[in-house]
Each structure stands twice: as structure tokens, then as C-alpha cells.
């Protein structure tokens, strides 16, 4: 259900000082929050082919993603059913089965336990039927592909009111295409990248070269169960639905004439809780999610998508400042200017976040009071109100 957003008269901050660099409350999120999430596996577009496969994690789960037969996306455990070793890396393309490389017990694509070496001596009258692999539970909206490691999760239930607002784009039907992965290793917690997303008062003072004049004022939120959204109206009036609508972005540059010589919606950023994070543009749209590594430590992978023939709207990896061909990510030791003097604002978001980090480390850091309204800084206790309730932990007095 769409709703207003709960905003505290008197917002605070809920999390402890703990829930940022401890290893021990990383490892209770994974444990609770994150083995009971539903992650971001990709686009449909990434399983274009019978037997193409996608793994990743979710919590302390090992998941596949493979397109069967047909073209039906299904959703497993990566782990063998014989000795539990892990099946499959990275992504690619399979010939119709799945080959545990440990004992090569073999499995279909649709997960049945297809072919044991030496079945006869070795496990006789083994029942195969019992041994398929391990389902998840998987689901698209729009061309992005989901997976929960419960196999009965409730996808609905997780999207609630996300289906009624309006969506830039459907991922699934062609109009765009992807640029580079790009993946950010940054040295911070994946909850002070996220809360740094949903704070509408740093816009116009951290980005105030590369986003322009972006004031908590013109700054607005409405929630969808535990997922938000935020757009700026400060470079023109409102208009419902929300954000721009496709017609807008295919005009890319042609957006103000399209509403009489004024934009209507000048940004966007869906979050969705807990790590995922959609931004349209003008020229398209950024799907990016969080990976959580350690307490201090987490992945961005950022995608952008763009009208087909327009491949220059495209951030290349290889452009990004700190870029490391060796490893293929983005790390700030790699900079070669300052964030404030590299015209990007995903830099500075990455600097700034690192730098919260550092002084997280010090025992003296304490949140002194947070901005009030939609616009501000609200959305950070809206955020960690979830974060709490996923863990099982009481809000604070």
C-alpha cells in the first residue's frame, strides 16, 4: 500500500554506534535481516539463453539463479545434495545440466538429481526424487529479478505498494540496454551507504557541483511498506505519478519542453529495503544494490541503462575515478583527485561515506539531532525502524 511516509516530529537516531562497526551485529544482520530478504539478482535481459545462470548471496546463503527450458527463470540453493559443496561460479551458460565438480552428481535445470557415478555400489536404492537441489523463491517486477533463499516467500507481500507508483521503465521489453557493471569497493558499512541514499538534507551541499541547488524543501518521500521513494520538485511543480514518465526520458534533453518550458520532476531514487537502490535520469535509469562484506566493508554494483542507440549516455567503468583494471572495481586509494574535483557525484558519495566510517571508529562519535521533514533526514529512522524490526530488536526508548 502506498502511504505517507512515517515522519517523527522528532526524528532520531535508533541504531547504536555497534550496529556500524561491529562484526558481531554484521553477523546478526546476516543471520536474521538478510536470510530473510529478498536480494537483487539482475535483469532478465542477464538470462537470455536455456541454461544461463547467475549465482550470488543472500545472508550467509549460496544461491543460483538458471533459466530453463523455455525460458522460465527458477531460483536454488548452490550446494550440492551429496557433501553440500558449492555448484556453480560467478554466471555463464550451461549445456542442460548442472555438474557438481566435487563427485559429479548431476542435476537437471530444473533442479531433480539426474545422474550419480556409481549409484549402483555406492548408494543403492537411493532415492533421487528426494535429492533435487534445494529450491529459493524468485520474482520480477519490471524486468528486475529477485531471489529469497525460502523457498515459500511472498514476493506481493515484499513489493507491497511499489506497483502503484509509477515506474520509469520495464527492464524487460527492450527499450533499454545496459551499460558496464560498474562495482565500487567501498570501505564502509552498507547501512551508512544506504542512509546516506535516503538523506534528502546533504543533496545541495555535498553535490552542490554536480546536482546542482537540490534543498530539503523542494525534497519529497512516500513509503510502500518498508521501501521509499524520493523525488525533488525544485526545478518545477509536482505532478502524480511519479517521477518523470518515459515519454520524458526518451525526449532526454527535451524534457523541459515537453511541459511548456518547465520540468515537472527534476529527480528520483526508489530504495528498496533493504540494500536496492533505482534511480531514473533523463537518459535513462541506474539499478545498483549493496552487497554487505564485513562491518566496514561493502560492494556497490551499479548498472546504467539507456535508450538503445544511445550507448553514450553509458558511464564506462574504465572512466570512473579509482577504476582498477586488475580487479575490476572502484577503490578510493585509486583516486587521482579529489571527490570533491572529479564532476561525480557517486565519488563523492563514496568519500563521504568513508569518511563516516573512519569516525565511526571512534568511540567519541555519537548522531546529534537529525532534520526535521519529509525532505531531510527522516527517512534515516523510517529506514532503521526496518532494519530493527527485520532484526527482531526493539526500537529504543
Known sequence: MRTTPHLSEDPRQLLPREAYVSQDWFDREQATLFADSWTYAGSVKDWSRDGAYVTLTAGPYRLVVVRQRGGTLAAYHNICRHR?????????????????????????????????????????????AALGLKPASIGIFKGLVFVHPQPDADFTAWLDGVPDMAWP?????????????????????????????????????????????????????????????????????????????????????????????????????????????????????????????????????????????????????????????????????????????????QTEDVWVCEKMQRALASPAHEVGPLARGAGAEAPLMFFQEHVLAAMGRAQPA
Not at 515537453?258 to 535520469?281: E, N, W
Request: hydrophobic residues 35%; proline residues 7%; aromatic residues 12%.
Open 84 to 128: 553440500g559443496t558449492e555448484l556453480l561460479e560467478g554466471h555463464g551458460v550451461l549445456k542442460g545440466t548442472i555438474v557438481c565438480p566435487y563427485h559429479r552428481w548431476t542435476y537437471g535445470l530444473d533442479g531433480s538429481l539426474r545422474g550419480v557415478p556409481n549409484e549402483g555400489e555406492c548408494f543403492p536404492g537411493l532415492d533421487r
Open 169 to 345: 521503465y520495464d527492464l524487460g521489453d527492450g527499450t533499454l540496454e545496459a551499460g558496464d557493471e560498474i562495482i565500487y569497493d567501498m570501505a564502509c558499512n552498507w547501512k551508512v551507504f544506504f542512509e546516506n541514499a535516503v538523506d534528502g538534507y546533504h543533496l545541495a551541499y555535498l553535490h552542490e557541483n554536480t546536482l546542482g541547488p537540490v534543498f530539503p524543501d523542494a525534497n519529497h518521500w512516500e513509503a510502500a511498506g518498508q521501501h521509499l521513494v524520493w523525488y525533488s520538485t525544485e526545478r518545477g511543480g509536482f505532478r502524480d505519478p511519479l517521477p518523470m514518465m518515459v515519454e520524458d526520458y526518451l525526449k532526454a534533453e527535451g524534457v523541459a519542453e515537453a511541459d511548456g518550458g518547465r520540468s515537472t520532476v527534476y529527480g528520483g531514487v526508489y530504495m528498496l529495503f533493504p540494500t536496492i537502490i533505482v534511480t531514473p535520469s533523463p537518459y535513462g535509469m541506474a539499478v545498483s544494490h549493496l552487497v554487505p562484506v564485513a562491518a566496514d566493508r561493502t560492494l556497490l554494483k551499479a548498472r546504467n541503462w539507456a535508450p538503445k542507440g544511445s550507448s553514450g549516455r553509458y558511464q564506462r567503468a574504465e572512466d570512473v575515478p579509482g577504476y582498477d583494471p586488475a580487479t575490476g572495481t572502484v577503490r578510493s586509494a585509486l583516486w587521482q583527485v579529489h571527490p570533491l574535483e572529479s564532476h561525480d557525484f
